[in-house]
């Protein structure tokens, strides 16, 4: 475990470009129930993985991981979704590299605090997620599954470092939840000598992902509609995280309400409407 800030961002994902990536026990459980139903009827695919494992960021960071290092060494562009990339990995092989998980619960067993913080950070990013995709499907893009899975993934950097680094983890929530008015940003350069947003791209590059979801969940680019989509809902999710009635939340509200209604060419009040209902 980390419980220095490292010198620089490079050391930073030094770290952590090969470190252990433990997934949620649910995770687990199907990935056993699943080899044992394709070693015995030999019926699990592509599809039935991904709808069953999709809904862990760390699981599908972990497969995107493998498979995109695997086409940078064929040279061959790497898949951009959970689904293609075990399509791409097959089914065998996909069992044979995924053998010897560990669930975050056995490996934060002696940080509960840290376990709790993780599994916050999870539900929000699956939040943010069901806000993408409902927002992208509303505009009607093609690649709504894409920015799902980039607002899935979007804070990844955030659970790496409750799993590695639960300490620092720790001291920039607790800082953050006392008050609600200190900038993330400031937070993290401050407790870590790095913004997490900065790493998560330098690691995203590092794995060699697919440049789609690096684009896709890099903050820089916040004037592109998908990157806004995604954006937006990682904003909302964030924001709420407390509750709607958090005087936070109501405070950044109206500002992301506008956003959504400019983004999805609605009324603010059908924007509004819209957000409660999906989030509900």
């Not at 997934?23 to 991904?50: K, Q, W, Y």
Request: net charge negative.
């Amino acid at each position: 475990m980390i419980d220095q800030p490292l010198p620089t961002l490079d050391d930073w994902v030094a770290v952590f470009t090969n470190a252990a990536i433990p997934i949620l026990p649910a995770s687990v459980a199907e990935l056993a129930e699943m080899r044992l139903m394709e070693e015995t009827r030999g019926n699990v695919d592509a599809h039935m993985l991904s709808q069953n494992l999709g809904g862990d960021p760390l699981m599908t960071l972990k497969v995107l991981m493998q498979v995109s290092q695997d086409c940078h060494r064929r040279h061959v562009n790497s898949p951009e979704t959970l689904t293609s990339a075990i399509l791409m990995q097959g089914i065998g092989p996909f069992f044979r590299a995924n053998e010897s998980v560990i669930s975050v619960m056995e490996w934060l067993k002696d940080h509960p605090d840290a376990l709790s913080g993780l599994l916050k950070v999870i539900k929000r990013a699956r939040r943010a997620a069901h806000l993408a995709i409902s927002f992208a499907s509303h505009r009607q893009d093609e690649d709504a599954d894409m920015i799902q899975e980039a607002a899935l993934l979007h804070d990844f950097a955030e659970m790496l470092l409750w799993c590695h680094a639960p300490a620092l983890a720790l001291t920039m929530a607790q800082r953050q939840k006392a008050d609600h008015t200190l900038r993330s940003a400031d937070v993290q350069q401050e407790v870590l000598g790095v913004e997490l947003a900065d790493l998560a791209h330098a690691l995203m590059e590092a794995w060699q992902l697919p440049e789609l979801l690096i684009k896709n969940t890099d903050d820089r680019h916040a004037d592109h509609p998908r990157v806004k989509t995604v954006l937006l809902a990682v904003r909302i999710a964030r924001h709420t995280q407390y509750g709607w009635d958090d005087p936070h939340a109501q405070a950044a509200l109206p500002d992301d309400i506008a956003d959504v209604a400019q983004l999805l060419t609605l009324s603010e009040e059908s924007a509004r409407r819209k957000i409660m209902e999906i989030d509900t």
